[in-house]
């Protein structure tokens, strides 16, 4: 039987992920080609498809970048393939140059750039609202609500990407992507065969002479969509009254949730925006002039309210516009069912009702996120820290390693970007004189590590990067890489090896180790302390979930404390494993949490292995 998802089923309701819809509406439109690089909270999207790629009939890759992904992606629909290319809002950064372009070559097969944001940094180091790169590309872009529309949006704004030959993003937030909730199927389309790249200079090749004219038809096509998207169904009046709100996003959702919780649903009038970009001005006119005072719910930046008074300046309208800028909502971090009823009853007049708070507990323990058990990442943080210790500067960048921040390792002063650990860091080192020791992970590497390794050796930087190979992508889910051995679905036959690649950009001072060998890491450690310019140590050991879940490599011993210590005490202390544990009897180690390691049994006699019990 073929997977649901891949399954005609026409009519038939499934409760799916908001990414998982995401799939199926890609699905629906007949996607031939799609192209990612895996970020939280995008990342069920391209591993969906990845798991679909077997009895699928589409093409699929984890691009090296995002920049890279786009552009495979662009290509394709040049070639005439209908694309969907996704990633995570600060992806779309990296992604940015060729995005611009696209917008003004246009995309003949079709194109959709999935966009996942983030407010309130779940998973991310900004909270940056990517609707601006539609007004700065000049791209269309729908946000859903619901998994429904977001199976709907994928599939009709690919369609409509393909009918108008011009790029669309879909933006969607983490509430949306991690959601759960019941999707009718449409009928799935036959993929067929991309028409082929059809050679037009003038279209495709935007030198300064041809790039004046195609700004000019992007222009003209955004008039054309601002039509649409006054046509769209996906933006819509309901209800009645002289209070009127008009909401986008995930922030409708919460809207409905409020306007039922609070009983207002009779003094409301509501302006739902699915398609926010082109707005359709006419329809905000016609709405604002309808009503007296008009809230706007948008999370993070006032793209739309700040639209609907320049309208309302431009037409003389004099409703009151609150949200934003009134202070009424914040510019920051997610809204909720409570904050949306809250500003309701104020714009309203009512009373809200009290609610007593649940106080936390004051002895209930911190969860705060952690480095797991048998994490090659702590084993390589230790040995660095005791050799380097508290004076060098410890350059970070963007994976699970970043958990290297937190006490005792702390091993993480400054972070940047996706592999700006290297560049930074040698910025750091040329500007202060400081030793400076950078950490990089693998997959990190090979998204943009290496330009930054050839500037270091090209302009004779002094800096230690140590590469954290844990032979996967950890952070966002065990997505392969160009370096990995295996995948979730069998060996990679093309496997780029990292130490040919860091020879090749001119490193001669490389050393290789198993980080979970102690005694070989504190050595290579040491001579590369003595030496100076670009130097690299290479860390290798997989890591635990991805060994147990894809490698087949099952733990088959533990370690247990024989004996209470003070060697012991400290052990726990500097390595912080969390399968470490504090009974009344002392210290022990968690038979279930430890995954074999014995990093630990390495820094204390006092602490033993024995077989793993089944």
Request: aromatic content about 6%.
């Amino acid at each position: 039987m073929p997977h649901p998802l891949l399954a005609e089923n026409e009519g038939s309701t499934n409760l799916l992920l908001g990414n998982e819809a995401i799939v199926r509406g890609a699905l629906e439109a007949g996607v031939q080609v799609v192209t990612c690089y895996p970020g939280t909270p995008s990342s069920e999207v391209p591993d969906t498809f990845f798991r679909l790629s077997p009895e699928g009939d589409f093409y699929f890759e984890y691009s090296v970048n995002e920049k890279v992904a786009l552009e495979v992606g662009g290509g394709a629909t040049l070639a005439g393939a209908m694309t969907l290319t996704t990633m995570k809002h600060v992806g779309v950064n990296v992604a940015a140059d060729p995005l611009m372009t696209l917008a003004y070559t246009g995309t003949p097969g079709g194109m959709v750039l999935l966009s996942a944001d983030d407010p309130g940094c779940h998973s991310s180091q900004n909270e940056q609202d990517n609707r601006y790169y539609s007004r700065l590309a000049g791209m269309p872009c729908l946000e859903p609500a619901t998994a429904q529309e977001a199976k709907d949006m994928t599939r009709d704004s690919l369609n409509m990407s393909r009918e108008l030959e011009t790029p669309f993003i879909l933006r969607t937030t983490t509430r949306v992507n991690h959601l759960r909730g019941p999707v009718a199927f449409g009928p799935l389309k036959e993929t067929g065969k991309a028409e082929g790249f059809k050679k037009n200079p003038s279209r495709f090749v935007p030198i300064p002479a041809f790039a004046r004219d195609m700004h000019v038809s992007l222009l003209e096509k955004l008039d054309k969509l601002e039509e649409l998207s006054e046509k769209s169904e996906y933006n819509r009046i309901s209800g009645n009254g002289k209070i009127g709100v008009i909401a986008s996003g995930i922030s409708r959702a919460y809207l409905a949730d409020a306007l039922a919780d609070t009983g207002l649903e009779s003094e409301i009038k509501v302006l739902e925006l699915g398609f926010t970009f082109p707005l359709p001005k006419k329809m905000l006119e016609e709405f604002i002039s309808s009503v007296d005072k008009v809230l706007v719910l948008e999370e993070l930046e006032p793209f739309i309210e700040n639209e609907i008074r320049i309208i309302a300046q431009k037409k003389s309208i004099n409703t009151e516009i609150v949200g934003k800028d009134s202070k009424h909502l914040a510019l920051n971090g997610e809204y909720s069912t409570r904050c949306v009823a809250d500003a309701l009853y104020e714009i309203t007049g009512n009373q809200a009702p009290r609610i007593d708070k649940c106080e936390s507990h004051e002895n209930l323990p911190g969860r705060p996120p952690n480095l797991c058990a048998g994490c090659p990442h702590r084993a390589t943080y230790y040995a660095v820290k005791k050799v380097f210790g508290e004076d060098a500067v410890y350059s970070s960048d963007i994976g699970c390693y970043t958990l290297g921040i937190l006490p005792p390792l702390a091993a993480a002063d400054f972070l940047l970007c996706m592999g700006s650990s290297v560049s930074a860091g040698s910025g750091a080192s040329k500007a202060a004189g400081q030793t400076v020791v950078g950490f990089i992970g693998d997959s990190t590497f090979f998204h943009s590590g290496i330009t930054g390794l050839v500037n270091a050796v090209f302009n004779r930087h002094d800096l230690l990067l140590v590469v954290l190979d844990n032979s996967t992508t950890a952070m966002t889910g065990h997505q392969p890489h160009p370096g990995v051995d295996m995948t979730a679905i069998g060996e990679n036959p093309a496997k780029v090896d990292i130490e040919s690649i860091i020879r090749g950009c001119g490193v001669s001072e490389i050393r290789n180790v198993r980080p979970l060998n102690q005694k070989a890491t504190f050595k290579a450690l040491e001579e590369l302390k003595e030496m100076s310019g670009v130097r690299v140590l290479i860390a290798k050991d997989p890591c635990p979930l991805f060994a147990r879940r894809t490698l087949g490599k099952k733990p088959t011993q533990t370690a247990y404390v024989e004996k209470q210590s003070e060697e012991v005490q400290r052990c726990m202390e500097e390595l912080a494993c969390p399968a470490f544990e504090k009974s009344e009897d002392g210290i022990v180690i968690n038979e279930i949490l430890c995954s074999g390691c014995m990093v630990c049994l390495q820094q204390t006699k006092d602490i033993k292995a024995r077989k793993r019990s089944s």
